[in-house]
């Protein structure tokens, strides 16, 4: 599935603006990382997982990341895309474990660029370009702050990827620096 037929497929099932640009800020965010941790002859692939990952959320929340396998299979898409889309529901929705390196960065990157996106919203530029490490590390100690943005999901994903907290929130800051124009934020 190309990447265009990805966001054809995403917009049957999403209207929203906000689950749109969510969407598409993850798509960016896991291209950036697929080419910083040499899987660069995979960043399709990975971009159109990060895409696809709540293709069914907006129309069926009580089923996310199990009614969109249905879809995706019906669809003929790759069974490697539609087991990476799902796992990053492992623990909440559906026991698909991320099992290779791409499907860890979803599965961690997914709250945590909600919460970068929140916290950009809040500042005078709008923007995450102006953000800084110690800024974000803030906001993501702050509970109350994009409180739907699980902290505890995001801290499993950094331990899946056997990285340290701080390395996640710092590349995931970088990258939505680097795609934001990309993003359309």
């Not at 959320?57 to 019906?74: G, R």
Request: charged share 25%; with cysteine; net charge negative.
């Amino acid at each position: 599935m190309t990447y265009d037929e990805a966001w054809a497929l995403l917009c049957e099932y999403n209207q929203e603006p906000f689950h749109l640009q969510h969407a598409k800020t993850v798509a960016c965010v896991m291209d950036w990382f697929s080419k910083k941790l040499g899987y660069g002859q995979e960043a399709d692939f990975w971009k159109t997982v990060g895409l696809l990952h709540d293709l069914d959320f907006e129309q069926f929340p009580d089923e996310h990341c199990i009614k969109s396998q249905q879809i995706m299979t019906e669809r003929g898409v790759d069974p490697a895309m539609i087991h990476a889309t799902a796992s990053h529901g492992y623990g909440l929705t559906v026991t698909i474990k991320p099992e290779h390196e791409m499907e860890k960065v979803l599965y961690a990157v997914d709250e945590l660029t909600g919460l970068i996106g929140a916290a950009a919203r809040m500042r005078p530029s709008k923007s995450c370009q102006d953000m800084e490490l110690k800024s974000l590390k803030k906001k993501y100690k702050s509970t109350g702050f994009a409180a739907g943005c699980s902290r505890e999901v995001i801290a499993k994903g950094a331990e899946m990827l056997g990285w340290d907290l701080d390395l996640l929130l710092a590349d995931t800051l970088e990258a939505m620096k680097e795609t934001e124009t990309q993003i359309g934020l």
